[in-house]
């Protein structure tokens, strides 16, 4: 592991060639750095930059993140109300890594419609999610 980077290979020994070779490195691309973006960001490796807010979020620090800084994340652009249920909403996103679980919440006897409903109900609650990542 390169300590400076924390950029991991494995190698393996070629006796013909009496050299070294990689055969899986990680991370692959910066996107796959955990939290390169920042809460409400998502990482695009073919975009540039390769963060960017989700929907209805802008940087915490527009001159942060200018200087491809996105460690501070984004913010919404308009705060929850937390008061009126048809404001206040959910964008579908398919295909992310999921996010540190230290601050989650699980009830498998909870079907999508249900654990949505509980969601809404607490001002705190950022995202719901299937646990079912099986397909």
Not at 88 to 93: A, H, N, R, S, T
Not at 102 to 113: F, Q, R
Request: charged content about 25%; some cysteine; aromatic content about 8%.
């Amino acid at each position: 592991m390169n300590q400076t980077t924390s950029f991991r290979q494995r190698l393996t020994w070629i006796e013909a060639n009496q050299s070294w070779r990689a055969y899986s490195s990680v991370p692959r691309d910066d996107c796959d750095k955990y939290g390169i973006c920042g809460v409400n960001a998502n990482c695009l490796i073919n975009d540039n930059p390769i963060c960017q807010c989700l929907r209805g979020f802008k940087p915490r620090s527009q001159e942060k993140w200018d200087l491809m800084d996105w460690s501070e994340g984004c913010v919404r652009n308009i705060p929850l109300t937390c008061k009126d249920k048809s404001t206040d909403g959910f964008i579908k996103f398919s295909g992310l890594k999921v996010p540190d679980t230290a601050h989650t919440w699980v009830n498998k006897s909870m079907n999508l419609k249900e654990c949505k409903a509980k969601c809404l109900s607490n001002c705190s609650c950022m995202a719901y999610t299937n646990s079912d990542i099986s397909g």
